[in-house]
C-alpha cells in the first residue's frame, strides 16, 4: 500500500495526499478547497463553484492580494468578514477568495496584468484530480475522469430513398 501510495503522490507533483495545489513551495490543501468551496456555495448558491474552481482561485488569490496590497487596495481579514456576513465563521481560504475577488474588482488593468505576470513566473503545480494549469495562458483546465467516455457521434440518418 505505501508504495503504491508513493507513487502517485510522485506522479501528482504534490508532496501528500491532501495536497490540491503547491504555489511556489506553498501548499493548498484539498480541505482549503473544499471548505472554501462549500462555504461560498452556501452564501452564493447561484456562484457555481466547485472544489476544482476554488483550487484555480486560490492559486490565483494570491498574486492578486500581493498585487492589490502593494497597490494599497489589499483587504483585511475584517473587511473580507463584513462583505461575506452570511457565512457564520469562514475559512482562512474563504477569507483569501473574498479578498481577492473584490481586490481584483477594484484594481486597474495594468495591476490586473502584474498578477497574471506574477502567476506566469511561479512555480505551480495542480492535483492531477483539480486538472492542469498553462502558465502562458493562464489556464486552469479541469480534469476528466478517464472512467468518463465521451458519447460516441451518432451517424447521421440515412436519406431518405425516392419510392417509385
Known amino acids: 500500500m505505501a508504495i503504491a501510495t508513493a507513487g502517485v503522490l510522485a506522479v501528482s507533483g504534490c508532496s501528500t495526499a491532501d495536497t490540491a495545489a503547491i504555489v511556489d513551495g506553498q501548499r493548498i490543501t484539498e480541505q ?3 471548505e472554501a468551496s ?3 456555495l452556501a452564501a452564493q448558491p447561484d456562484s ?3 472544489t476544482s474552481s476554488a483550487v484555480a482561485s486560490l492559486v490565483m488569490a494570491g ?3 500581493t498585487v492589490a496590497n502593494d497597490a494599497g487596495k489589499g483587504l483585511s481579514d475584517s473587511a473580507a468578514r463584513t462583505a461575506i456576513q452570511t457565512i457564520q465563521d469562514p475559512a482562512p481560504s474563504t ?3 473574498v ?3 473584490l481586490a481584483f474588482n477594484q484594481m486597474t488593468s495594468e495591476e490586473q496584468s502584474r498578477a497574471v505576470t506574477l502567476a506566469q513566473k511561479a512555480d505551480i503545480t495542480i492535483n492531477p484530480r483539480y486538472g492542469t494549469f498553462d502558465p502562458q495562458k493562464i489556464s486552469f483546465d479541469p480534469s476528466t475522469p478517464n472512467w468518463i467516455k465521451p458519447a460516441p457521434a451518432e451517424a447521421p440518418a440515412p436519406a431518405a430513398t425516392p419510392q417509385g
Do not use: M
Open 32 to 34: 482549503e478547497a473544499q
Open 38 to 40: 462549500r462555504q461560498i
Open 48 to 50: 457555481g463553484i466547485t
Open 63 to 65: 498574486f492578486i492580494n
Open 95 to 97: 477569507l483569501e477568495l
Open 99 to 101: 479578498k481577492a475577488s
